[in-house]
């Protein structure tokens, strides 16, 4: 069985940088799309990032340009690195994985086979 784990959530003000992890264990196949979504108050689920097993990346029109999405198939291990954080990015982040290689699009999530617990982001003004 798979499992997905995330830390490195926390609050930080307007401007600043957090960068989430995300562990994976349960197998050892580094060939699942992975990626990273979020719900705010309020609102429904949406897709933030995906990265293939190929390494291709695909971004939400908010944060493209501050967000980086990345992996280290050796550790098993999936990143996203936020950059200039709005308060309109405070969100409850989530890691998943789907089992092909390539990534469903960003509002596809029924299809991510797995899904991590969340980590709770906060941006203040």
């Known amino acids: 069985q798979v499992q997905l784990v995330e830390s490195g959530g926390g609050s930080v003000q307007a401007g600043g940088s957090l960068r989430l992890s995300c562990a994976a264990s349960?197998?050892?196949?580094?060939?699942?799309?992975m990626g990273w979504f979020r719900q705010a108050p309020g609102k429904e689920r949406e897709g933030v990032a995906t990265?293939?097993?190929?390494?291709?990346?695909r971004y939400a029109d908010s944060v493209k340009g501050r967000f980086t999405i990345s992996r280290d198939n050796a550790l098993n291990t999936l990143y996203l690195q936020m950059n200039s954080l709005k308060p309109e990015d405070t969100a409850i982040y989530y890691c998943?994985?789907?089992?092909?290689?390539?990534?469903?699009?960003?509002?596809?999530?029924?299809?991510?086979?797995?899904w991590g617990q969340g980590t709770q982001v906060t941006v203040s003004s």
């Open positions: 990265i293939a097993s190929t390494g291709f990346t």
């Open positions: 349960g197998y050892t196949d580094s060939s699942f799309c």
């Open positions: 998943a994985a789907t089992v092909t290689w390539w990534c469903p699009g960003l509002s596809r999530e029924s299809e991510y086979n797995y």
